[in-house]
Every structure is written in structure tokens, then in C-alpha cells.
């Protein structure tokens, strides 16, 4: 046997596939004996002596060697220097093809080789998914889940492959699902769960996996880990709770999986799921709220919620975070009340319920992604109901915190919902109170700004709320018109060619309507409007037609 490296190292270069002699296993140990002593030194060797050449050769023919062979690639693969040159010399291919053997040292060994040339590698782990890995890993877990090493090693893979998109099909299409979650139920220690906790994640959110797992009675387990770690001050536990209750939450995500579990409102998940809203523990909170909010995907299941007293449960929630709240609760809660209040029979409801009132509690926020959930709700629940727009658009504290965020330049998503929200207090009210508050608090700029909007239903329901507001109280608006270059936009709105037929007509009913306005007369004679609205007359839309005519007549009327 040789003990010299070097030696052991032209000895397997001069051997041959079918050597399985005790001069080339010699060399193998040897070899072993000093990548354990000093990895990169050794690795930079076996490099400099072309020895990754001969390895396909060994790994060709199973017999004692083999394992050996495989732990050295793996070994010498730790290094990031060699994973290029493993790849050269061909290595990945025998090693897949090793995967179909039944020795179990084997398996281990070329896994963790395989495993350690695609380390961090998109393309070569891409690379061994098109070789059909995936099945085969799967299918190793269901035979070998004794070994608790083989079992390891499957779980690692399957965290690294299914981080990438092409792997889900493939994990789709094995029974991944079943075998996790049977190997789950197993399962004591934190730690393995954990391993597995790390390939649930990616899994699931795939929606054809997603219901797989809650087949497979995923669910279940999660909802017994939550149980017993609720009470736990331990890190650990603290730790499972919430990567169980996350998972239930992307679960739900799915449209058939969270219709499964929802069972008509009658499911004993969604039951379990809800007692989690009243629980003193903030993650279990958040995850119940979430949970809600995606229950709550489509008008059937928001109806019957409202209607079992979920809403009920939503506003103590809230309650119990307006002073020094925790943040991602009031969102989660904010958003489980806006997706609630879609469906129309479902905002009178709510409304009578106090949701306005709590939800105004929150209007001191500093927090962005509370602001936009705010506003949404509350835009949700005034849709069609005239009283609490009128309720709330005569607040002035409202109408004041809603021309502050009008101005939120640094967050598009809070200044869009203000400039909405705003737009629809007077939309839906339709009422000269309202009117007369938004203009008293600065808000009519905003309105003539969101008629400019690159998205076309802001840019109408601007519009609409501006001819509101020439309507129903155009002495007090027409020196913020004016002073806001109103009659300027119009005119740009109208000369536009891709402005959409509802634009043109909202545009030309405001000219309509501010026509008894002198300083806003004398613009709209200016700028020529009666040419603009002339050549209108041809559109092919008939009702921007037959409105084109019309202002034509009350332009010229007024000439």
C-alpha cells in the first residue's frame, strides 16, 4: 500500500476501471487519509496530477471502491476551485447514474458528491433537474427513510433544487408530498424538523404542491406544532411556531387548497385558524389574520365570514394594537377587513359593525403599509354606501391627514389610495358638505393632479369627483381650479389621442359645468376649446359624439 501521496496518486493514474485491486483501494485510503489532513492541499494535488480524469472510469464498474471514490470527489468538491474541474472531467454523469444503485454508502457518498459540485450553482443544479433527479431522490427518501444519513442528505438536495423554478413540475409530478410529510410525523427533534421545514417552504408555493401537502395532511401536523409550542418560551419553539403558522398561511395561498380547508365556513382548520385572532401570542395573531384575509379570496366565503361575527373578532384585534401596536398585526388585520368588505351586502354590515370607527384609530400612523391598507378598507366600505361617505368625508381631520399623504412622494402606494379615497368620498356621497370639506382642507390640487395619472381609472375617477365638485359648488372650488391649471389639463386630456372615450366625456362635462365661472370661461375661450370639441363630434364613440355636440351648443351659447 502506499503511503506516500504522491505515489498513491500515479498509482490510480496508471490503474485501470476494472482494478478493484488492493493496490488501487491503498491509494484510495490514502488519498482519503490526506484530504482529512489538509483538504486544499491535497485537492490542489490530485489537480496538478490529473487524477479527476480516471475517476469516471472508477465510478464506471460497482464494487468496494466505489463509495470511496464518490467521498473523495466530495471531498475534494468542498473546494470552490475544483467544482469546475469536476464538471470537466465529466464526473457529473456516472454520479447521477450511481444514484440508481441500492448500497446505501454508496448512495450517501455520491449524493453528497453531487451535492457539493452544484453547490451554489443555478446552472448545474438546473443541469441535474433536466437529468431527472428529482424522481429518483424522491423515490431513495420513500425506501431509505431509516438512514438517517441518506434521509439528510435527500433533504438537502431537495432545499438546494427546489429553490429553482423548473424543479416544481418535477417535484409535482413524485409523491414529495406524502413522503414529507410522513417523514414530518417522525420526527422529534427540532432540528429535523427544521431541515424539512426548509424544503416545505419553496414547495409550497407552488399551488399544484400546496394542495398535495394539505392532502397529504400537512396541515395536521402544523396545527399540532402550533399547539404545542404556543406556551414555549423556548427559542426552538418559538422559532416552529412561527414557521408553522407561515406555512398554514402559504398554503392558503392556493384557490383550491384554501377552499379545501375552508369546508363552507365549517372546516375544523378554519375553525382552529380563527381561534388563533383572539390568542395573546403575536405571531399566532398575525398568522390568524393572514389566514382570514386569505379566506377571504372570494365573495362566498367573505359573506359567510361577516356573517359568522369574524369582523367582530378583526376589531378587538385591532383594538389591542392602537397604542405602540405591532405593525405587521394592524396590516394583516387592515387587509383581512378590506378583502371582507368587497362584496356589496357585506359593507353595510360591516359598517354597522364600527369597522369606520375602529379603523380611524389608526390614522396617526407613521407606518406606510398600514396607511395603504387604512385607505383601502376604508375606500372598500364606502363603495355604493352614500351615509358613510358622507359621514366621513365631512371629517376634516380625514379630508386633512388624506391631503398630508396626497403628498407622500416617497411611497406611490399610500399617495395613490389617499388621492382614491379622496375621489371617492365625493364620488359616493355626491353630497356639498363633502365637497366643501375637501376643498376647505387643501385637497381640490390633488384631484386635478390624479386627473393626469398614467392609470386610466384614477384618471376617471378624478374626473368624476372634479365634475362633482364644479356641480355641486363651483364658487367656493374656482380659485383652486384656476390656480391649478384645471381648464389646462382638460384641454390636454381632450387634444390627447389615447385618452379612452370615458375620459374625453367626464372632461367635457367639467367644461359644462364651469362655464358660469368667469375667470375659468375666459381660459376655455382661450384656449380654442370650441375647435377641440368640434372635431370631437366625428368620434367614433357615440356617446363622446353626441357630448361633443353638446358642449359645441353650450360653448357657442355662451360665446
Not at 375 to 398: S, V, Y
Request: hydrophobic fraction near 45%; include cysteine; charged fraction near 20%.
Amino acid at each position: 500500500m502506499a503511503d506516500n501521496l504522491s505515489e498513491a496518486l500515479k498509482t490510480l493514474k496508471l490503474s485501470s476501471a476494472d482494478s478493484a485491486s488492493d493496490s488501487v483501494e491503498g491509494c484510495l485510503d490514502c488519498l482519503l487519509k490526506a484530504l482529512a489532513h489538509n483538504n486544499v492541499e491535497t485537492s490542489e494535488k490530485v489537480q496538478e496530477m490529473g487524477v479527476l480524469a480516471m475517476m469516471p472510469a472508477l465510478l464506471s464498474v460497482q464494487n468496494s471502491c466505489t463509495p470511496k471514490v464518490a467521498n473523495i470527489i466530495a471531498e475534494v468538491a468542498k473546494n470552490e476551485f475544483m467544482r469546475s474541474r469536476c464538471v470537466e472531467a465529466g464526473l457529473i454523469p456516472p454520479l447521477v447514474q450511481l444514484l440508481n444503485c441500492k448500497d446505501q454508502e454508496i448512495l450517501l457518498q455520491t449524493g453528497r458528491a453531487l451535492g457539493n459540485i452544484c453547490y451554489d450553482s443555478h446552472s448545474l443544479q438546473a443541469q441535474l433537474i433536466s437529468m431527472g433527479v428529482i424522481p429518483t431522490l424522491v423515490r431513495l427518501l420513500g425506501v431509505h427513510s431509516q438512514n438517517t444519513a441518506l434521509t439528510e442528505m435527500c433533504l438537502i438536495a431537495f432545499g438546494n433544487l427546489a429553490e429553482l423554478e423548473s424543479s416544481k413540475e418535477q417535484f409535482a409530478s413524485t409523491n414529495i408530498a406524502e413522503e414529507l410529510v410522513r417523514l414530518f410525523r417522525k420526527q422529534v427533534e427540532h432540528e429535523k424538523k427544521e431541515m424539512i421545514f426548509e424544503v416545505l417552504a419553496p414547495l409550497a408555493e407552488n399551488d399544484v404542491i400546496k394542495l398535495q401537502l394539505v392532502d397529504a395532511g400537512l396541515v395536521e401536523c402544523l396545527l399540532e406544532v402550533v399547539a404545542q409550542t404556543v406556551d414555549s418560551d423556548r427559542e426552538e419553539d418559538v422559532a416552529q411556531l412561527k414557521t408553522s403558522s407561515d406555512l398554514m398561511v402559504l398554503l392558503l395561498l392556493g384557490d383550491e387548497s384554501m377552499q379545501k380547508l375552508f369546508e363552507g365556513g365549517k372546516g375544523s382548520v378554519f375553525q382552529r385558524v380563527l381561534s388563533w385572532v383572539p390568542s395573546n401570542n403575536h405571531q399566532l395573531q398575525l398568522a390568524g389574520a393572514l389566514a382570514i384575509a386569505n379566506f377571504a379570496r372570494n365573495d362566498g366565503n367573505c359573506i359567510h365570514m361577516v356573517d359568522t361575527g369574524i369582523v367582530q373578532k378583526l376589531l378587538e384585534l385591532l383594538d389591542r394594537h392602537v397604542e405602540e401596536g405591532n405593525v405587521t398585526v394592524q396590516h394583516a388585520a387592515l387587509s383581512a377587513l378590506r378583502n371582507l368588505a368587497i362584496p356589496v351586502v357585506n359593507k353595510s354590515k360591516m359598517l354597522l359593525a364600527g369597522v369606520s370607527d375602529v379603523v380611524l384609530k389608526f390614522l396617526k400612523s407613521e407606518m406606510p403599509p398600514v396607511q395603504f391598507k387604512l385607505l383601502g378598507t376604508l375606500r372598500m366600505l364606502i363603495d355604493t354606501q352614500a351615509d358613510a361617505a358622507e359621514q366621513l368625508g365631512t371629517n376634516p381631520k380625514l379630508v386633512k391627514r388624506l391631503v398630508e399623504w396626497c403628498e407622500a412622494k416617497d411611497h406611490a402606494g399610500v399617495m395613490g389610495e389617499s388621492n382614491r379615497l379622496l375621489s371617492a368620498l365625493i364620488r359616493h356621497s355626491k353630497s356639498k358638505d363633502v365637497v366643501r370639506t375637501v376643498i376647505q382642507g387643501e385637497g381640490v390640487k390633488h384631484l386635478i393632479t390624479m386627473a393626469t395619472s398614467e392609470h386610466m381609472i384614477m384618471q376617471n375617477e378624478a374626473l368624476v369627483a372634479l365634475g362633482l365638485i364644479a356641480a355641486l359648488d363651483l364658487d367656493c372650488a374656482e380659485k383652486d381650479f384656476v390656480d391649478s391649471n384645471l381648464v389646462q389639463v382638460l384641454h390636454k386630456l381632450l387634444t390627447e389621442e389615447h385618452s379612452a372615450p370615458e375620459i374625453k366625456y367626464n372632461s367635457m362635462i367639467i367644461i359644462c359645468s364651469i362655464m358660469g365661472s368667469e375667470p375659468l370661461h375666459k381660459e376655455v375661450q382661450s384656449l380654442a376649446f370650441i375647435d377641440v370639441v368640434s372635431n370631437l363630434r366625428s368620434h367614433e364613440n357615440k356617446t363622446v359624439a353626441h357630448q361633443a355636440s353638446l358642449t359645441e351648443q353650450r360653448l357657442t351659447a355662451q360665446s
